[in-house]
């Protein structure tokens, strides 16, 4: 009992000292706690940012960039108004989100397909565009005539 009547006087002894030096003040007010101040001298060093930077020669290169052509699609059928529009190209049964011959389909409609290729739309025409065109612009070519 006699060592933690002790204990408990020596250390409030020890945190009544810490914190009264803590809350201590001299003369000066705080001015223990500040730093001293520092003189900086770089009169002998270069400027890094300085006008006299040598600039590096760069190399210059030429970048390939290889432009690839659409390959070639042949719509067999198509598939359109649907749930599940969907399309027969090369021989091919494909839907929206499939890749055919490295480019992406993007939709399938009536009038064809759409894919993207290298970042490109591209529309392919479905037979029947191409073979019976719109019987509209026919009519009008005639009329121009």
């Given at each position: 009992?006699?060592?933690k009547?002790?204990?408990?006087?020596?250390?409030?002894?020890?945190l009544?000292?810490?914190?009264?030096a803590?809350?201590a003040?001299?003369?000066?007010?705080?001015?223990?706690?500040?730093?001293?101040q520092?003189?900086?001298?770089?009169?002998?060093?270069?400027?890094?940012?300085?006008?006299e930077?040598?600039?590096?020669?760069?190399?210059?290169?030429?970048?390939?960039?290889?432009?690839?052509?659409?390959?070639?699609?042949?719509?067999?059928?198509?598939?359109?108004?649907?749930?599940?529009p969907?399309?027969?190209?090369?021989?091919?049964?494909?839907?929206?989100?499939?890749?055919i011959?490295?480019?992406?389909?993007?939709?399938?409609?009536?009038?064809?397909l759409?894919?993207?290729?290298?970042?490109?739309e591209?529309?392919?025409?479905?037979p029947?565009?191409?073979?019976?065109?719109?019987?509209r612009?026919?009519?009008?070519?005639?009329?121009k005539?």
């Amino acid at each position: 009992m006699r060592h933690k009547a002790f204990l408990s006087a020596f250390l409030s002894a020890v945190l009544a000292a810490s914190a009264g030096a803590c809350f201590a003040q001299d003369a000066g007010g705080d001015a223990a706690l500040r730093p001293a101040q520092v003189e900086y001298r770089a009169e002998d060093l270069e400027d890094p940012f300085g006008a006299e930077v040598i600039e590096q020669p760069q190399e210059k290169k030429e970048e390939k960039v290889e432009v690839k052509q659409l390959p070639p699609m042949v719509i067999q059928g198509l598939i359109w108004g649907g749930a599940l529009p969907q399309a027969i190209v090369n021989e091919k049964v494909v839907k929206v989100g499939d890749i055919i011959e490295e480019a992406r389909v993007v939709d399938i409609r009536k009038d064809g397909l759409i894919v993207s290729f290298q970042g490109e739309e591209h529309t392919i025409p479905s037979p029947a565009q191409t073979f019976y065109p719109d019987p509209r612009k026919d009519a009008k070519r005639r009329e121009k005539k």
